[in-house]
């Protein structure tokens, strides 16, 4: 990334922050099977470096799981239910 001045710096530091901030104050549901790529890499790259905190549902070990992602309408994993936003499958960032 290249920034033109120490503001723009500023201000996107300032702006990582606040998205930080608003991912911590969500209910977070990864709705995924074991060993999926995606999974791992929301998992370990995104939500734990950024310390949002969420929980993991597998749909290989819970037929409940399953049922919910059918319900949502999702055919392909991993899908994302968070507070505020519509859920969503695949890797996302910008809504967090």
């Not at 905190?53 to 994302?80: C, M, R, T, W, Y």
Request: charged letters at 25%; aromatic letters at 22%.
């Amino acid at each position: 990334m290249y920034f033109q001045s120490r503001y723009e710096v500023s201000y996107y530091l300032y702006e990582k922050k606040r998205e930080r901030c608003l991912c911590q104050n969500r209910q977070i549901t990864l709705y995924s099977k074991t060993k999926l790529y995606a999974m791992q890499f929301y998992k370990n790259n995104f939500f734990e470096d950024n310390q949002v905190p969420f929980v993991i549902k597998d749909v290989f070990e819970s037929e409940e799981a399953l049922e919910e992602v059918k319900a949502f309408g999702f055919q392909s994993l991993p899908v994302i239910v968070a507070d505020g936003i519509e859920p969503f499958f695949g890797f996302r960032p910008r809504y967090f």
